[in-house]
T-cell receptor, first 114, second 115 residues
Framework: KTQVEQSPQSLVVRQGENCVLQ??????????LRWFKQDTGKGLVSLTV?????DKTSNGRYSATLDKDAKHSTLHITATLLDDTATYIC?????????????FGAGTQLIVIP | DMKVTQMPRYLIKRMGENVLLECGQD?????MYWYRQDPGLGLQLIYI???????SEGDIPKGYRVSRKKREHFSLILDSAKTNQTSVYFC??????????????FGSGTRLLVI
């Protein structure tokens, strides 16, 4: 059973618009949550890591929230650029060490059009 | 420049052939991983290596084996490849055990087609 669900599956926005990506999970324990960006044909690049029970992070035009009580995270992208076109993957770590497992969502495919 | 390098980037093999995927990292990370990524699915862990000759099965190890003889190098081997092993394979590395919220570095992937 999929333990990390992302929505929407795909999203098309116009350059300059804002967008919000959702991640719901059932992983227990939920030590931390990461958002990765994956350009087509490339590897995963970490955008942000959320750790606290209710956490917020900001990294330029990317901001993210985590609510461990609701087991829910959001990734906000402000003023989208064409280069934001990619797949965004939500990943939940069940421990804070290399002994822990990462649980991957299937990703949200974001397409930014002119 | 810290990175994980995967070779080859693209590979076509016939069913029954042996396949060797190679991964190297230059960060002295203790832990290395092999994942596969299939359409519509999240990355699935094949094997994890905690250090030289210290390897553990992941969630889908069947049909695969690994080798880690040097800390910076981690190989994935498919003995007698099957068509359902067509996938994109990612290698990743992270600092050693006990490091909270370890950062992960991924390679660019190897696209394997088994015909």
């Amino acid at each position: 059973k999929t333990q990390v669900e992302q929505s929407p599956q795909s999203l098309v926005v116009r350059q300059g618009e804002n967008c919000v990506l959702q991640c719901n999970y059932s992983v227990t324990p939920d030590n931390h949550l990461r958002w990765f960006k994956q350009d087509t044909g490339k590897g995963l690049v970490s955008l942000t890591v959320l750790v606290d029970q209710k956490d917020k992070t900001s990294n330029g035009r990317y901001s993210a929230t985590l609510d461990k009580d609701a087991k829910h995270s959001t990734l906000h992208i402000t003023a989208t650029l064409l280069d934001d076109t990619a797949t965004y993957i939500c990943v939940v770590g069940d421990r804070g060490s290399a002994l822990g497992r990462l649980h991957f969502g299937a990703g949200t495919q974001l397409i930014v059009i002119p | 420049d810290m990175k994980v390098t995967q070779m080859p980037r693209y590979l076509i093999k016939r069913m029954g052939e042996n396949v060797l995927l190679e991964c190297g990292q230059d960060m002295s990370h203790e832990t290395m991983y092999w994942y596969r990524q299939d359409p519509g699915l999240g990355l699935q862990l094949i094997y994890i290596s905690y250090d030289v000759d210290s390897n553990s099965e992941g969630d889908i190890p069947k049909g695969y084996r690994v080798s880690r003889k040097k800390r910076e190098h981690f190989s994935l081997i498919l003995d007698s490849a099957k068509t359902n092993q067509t996938s994109v394979y990612f290698c990743a590395s992270s600092p050693g055990q006990g490091v909270a919220n370890s950062d992960y570095t991924f390679g660019s992937g190897t696209r394997l087609l088994v015909i």
